[in-house]
Structures are given as C-alpha cells and as structure tokens.
C-alpha cells in the first residue's frame, strides 16, 4: 500500500527495554567490529588484489600476511608526525577527526538482528533507530565529505585543493543518483526506518522489486567511497594523493581508516535497502519456519552479505581502469541521475495507482525492472556502436592546437588535434638510412 510521507511507518525494532550498559555494550561492539572489519578488509583486498593480478600479496607477517595490517598500523603510529608552516593548523587537524567520526556514526542505525536476549533483557541488535532513520544515514555521509574538503583546503598546498575539489563535485554528482534511488525504494516500503525495510522484505528483497534502484545505487556507492575507477580525489598518477598528500601519521592514518569504514557503511547500507539486511537467503529462509531468522542466526547472514559487497568492490579495483573525469561525471549527471529519477517517477505513479485499485503492485514493479534493464543495456550498446563508428571516421573538421600557446603544456580540447609529431617526419630518412647502412655491409 502507497504510503504518504507523514504516515510513513514507525520502527519495528523494541528498545523500551534497554539500559545505559546495553546501549555501551552495542556501542563498543560496533566501533571494535568496524576497526577488526577493516584489518581484514586490508588483508582480503592485498590478498585477492594479488590473486588477481597473478602475484603472491604480502605473505611474510603473520599467518599468510595477515599481520602485515597490523605492522602498518605500528608503522603510523610511530611515525613523525609533521605539520604544515602554511596550513590552518585548526581546521588541518579537525578534517580527518570529521571524516572518522561520521564514518563510524553511520553504524548506530544499522540491524544486525532481530530481538535477542542478552543478558536476560529482550533488545534488538541495533543501537538506534527511528522513522527516518536512513535521512540521518545519508546526511552523516555528506558530512563525511567536509573531512576531505577541509583537509585538502587547510593544507594551503595545490594537489590537496585539487583532490578536494574533486571530492565536492564528485560527492554532489553521485550522491544525488544515490539519493534517488533510495527514494524510489522508501516510497515501495513505505518506510525510511532500517529496521522496517528489513521487514518489508519478508518475502521479496527490493533488489527484485526496484533492480534499477538497485544498479544507480551500486555504481553511486562505487563513487562516494572514491574507489577505482572512480578514484578521482586522490588520483597518484595526476594528484600524488590528492587530499591526504600533506597528511603523515596518525592523521593519515584517520582519513585512511574512514575510507574503509565508508566502505562497510555503503555496503550495509545497499544490505539493509535491497538485500532484506540480516535475514536469510533463499533457501535457508524456508527451512523449519524460519529457524535461521531467529536468534543470533541473522547476524552471521547480515556480515555475509555486507563481504559480498566488500569483495565486489575489490574485484572492480583489480578490473577496472581510472575514468577520465569528463567521463566520470557524464556518467553520474547524464546516466544514473536520469535513470534514477525516471524509476522514481514510475514507481511514484504505480505506488499512487496500487493505492486506489486492487493492483499488484509488486508484480508490475518487476516487470517494469525488467524493461528498464533492456532499454538501459540496448541504449548502452547502441552508443557503443556510435563511439567506434565515430573513432574510425576522423573528424576532418577538427583543428590544429598549440599545446604550449599558454607557456606551458595542456592537452587539447575536444574538436581540436596536436599537429604531427617532429619525430614522425624524421622516421622515414632514418629507416632508408639505416636500410642502406644494412645493404653495405
């Protein structure tokens, strides 16, 4: 049932048994899960990175290398700490304490369970929650984006300016597709609760009911955590490093670790909104009514499906190659914005539909998720067929360009072309030479 903003439903979740010391048990919990996730994340992504790329990964400290995450964090924090003559010392050292801090805020209002005992009390695991749950989730993370800012402006250096004014036009491009694909889904479930959509998805995970939801969601998440090959903001081969150039040590060391942490955060997050969060897959659902939906059971399958996420990101950093940043923004302005905002709109007018007539509205959504995936993938290969037919035919209009009319090298614009290379018009005097140097001898 189509459900208004105002009557939008309350969380499932129970806390009216809860007290201080249960609410500092699941508070130092998550911060230990996130800070232990993380080490491992380091491990998985080395180790498979190395898999990958057909080369061992570290393998000498520890069991299989496993260690080499924790040297690495001695390593920070017994390294020299510097700081900047010309940086503003206050906002540089306030930038990676923003970052971390909202990154591990994001974790308060995700499910890992249903109710449980713990301690004779009857509590959810899940610290908080409330009716809109997932706005306070989405404007954490855009807070988050202040850390890299503010850290690549107070540095007073140029690369980290560049990475930071990369990280705000890219974190505005994607988080709006991301935003409106979460929106489509709030408006099916009726809810903006975590634990509510865990329970909208009894018998159906939205990533079924709203898949083009689901794909804006996947690549925007891709780019909001500025991993390959969205990897602009702190792109090594143009910006060194691009916000955390200036940074040593332990404030290094923070923006790092908040990086990881987005990473889990957005891969709760797509858990929670499309995977049916800490509920079973199908067919462990559906055995014995239910069993491994009870209990502890749920945790193990939310952590799952939250390394599902974690190893495809992996496995697009070992794949994928850095986008050229017209490219990269194109794709979010013109591809994911539009896509999501007409999935929107579809939904909204069927939700509106389902609520006057005995519609299923389920049924229509997957349909219509069905044609949104052949129209998006018929589109996608017939501008792939424009862009070879375009690089076989040379655009004979295009210009000569001086790449050193400014004083110093630039590339050229699109429309215009570099003039012959010097060396091309020696190469053929060199060949016949060297061709006549041969017959001689």
């Given at each position: 049932m189509f459900m208004l903003p105002t009557e939008m439903a309350q969380p499932v979740a129970d806390f009216s048994q809860d007290t201080w010391w249960i609410w500092l048990i699941k508070a130092v919990f998550i911060v230990l899960f996130l800070i232990m996730s993380v080490i491992l994340a380091l491990w998985v992504e080395r180790r498979g990175l190395g898999r990958m790329q057909t080369r061992l990964g570290p393998n000498v400290t520890g069991f299989m290398g496993f260690g080499q995450a924790f040297a690495d964090a001695i390593k920070l924090m017994i390294k020299e700490d510097f700081w900047l003559k010309g940086a503003d010392r206050v906002i540089y050292f306030l930038a990676p304490i923003i970052a971390a801090t909202c990154a591990f805020s994001i974790f308060a209002v995700m499910p890992f369970g249903p109710q449980v005992s713990m301690f004779g009390i009857e509590t959810p695991l899940q610290l908080a929650d409330s009716s809109v749950a997932m706005l306070y989730v989405l404007a954490i993370a855009a807070l988050g984006v202040y850390g890299l800012v503010l850290g690549g402006w107070s540095a007073n250096s140029t690369y980290p300016l560049l990475g930071a004014v990369r990280s705000a036009a890219q974190v505005i491009s994607y988080e709006l597709g991301m935003g409106i694909s979460l929106a489509s889904v709030f408006l099916i479930s009726g809810t903006m609760s975590t634990s509510s959509l865990v329970e909208s998805q009894v018998s159906l995970w939205n990533a079924f009911i709203a898949l083009p939801a689901f794909i804006t969601y996947f690549i925007s998440m891709v780019g909001e955590v500025n991993r390959l090959p969205f990897d602009l903001p702190e792109a090594e081969g143009e910006l060194v490093a691009g916000h955390t150039t200036e940074y040593s040590s332990m404030k290094f060391a923070w923006f790092y670790l908040s990086e990881y942490i987005n990473m889990i955060n957005v891969s709760a997050v797509a858990t929670v909104v499309f995977l049916g969060g800490w509920r079973a897959p199908w067919p462990l659902s559906a055995i014995n009514d239910g069993m491994?939906?009870?209990?502890?059971?749920?945790?193990?399958?939310?952590?799952?499906?939250?390394?599902?996420?974690?190893?495809?990101?992996?496995?697009?950093?070992?794949?994928?190659?850095?986008?050229?940043?017209?490219?990269?923004?194109?794709?979010?302005?013109?591809?994911?914005?539009?896509?999501?905002?007409?999935?929107?709109?579809?939904?909204?007018?069927?939700?509106?539909?389902?609520?006057?007539?005995?519609?299923?509205?389920?049924?229509?959504?997957?349909?219509?998720?069905?044609?949104?995936?052949?129209?998006?993938?018929?589109?996608?290969?017939?501008?792939?067929?424009?862009?070879?037919?375009?690089?076989?035919?040379?655009?004979?209009?295009?210009?000569?360009?001086?790449?050193?009319?400014?004083g110093f090298p630039a590339p050229p614009m699109p429309g215009q072309s570099l003039p012959p290379s010097p060396r091309a018009k020696r190469a053929p005097a060199y060949t016949s030479t060297a061709k006549e140097a041969g017959s001689d001898e």
């Open positions: 491994f939906n009870e209990g502890w059971w749920p945790m193990l399958w939310f952590i799952i499906k939250i390394w599902f996420f974690m190893f495809l990101l992996v496995w697009i950093r070992g794949t994928l190659l850095r986008m050229r940043y017209d490219h990269f923004m194109k794709l979010g302005w013109k591809v994911l914005i539009p896509v999501a905002l007409g999935w929107l709109v579809a939904v909204a007018i069927i939700q509106g539909v389902g609520s006057f007539t005995d519609l299923d509205t389920r049924t229509i959504l997957i349909v219509l998720a069905a044609i949104f995936l052949v129209l998006f993938a018929v589109l996608w290969f017939v501008d792939g067929g424009k862009k070879d037919d375009e690089t076989q035919q040379p655009d004979e209009d295009q210009t000569e360009f001086d790449a050193f009319a400014g």
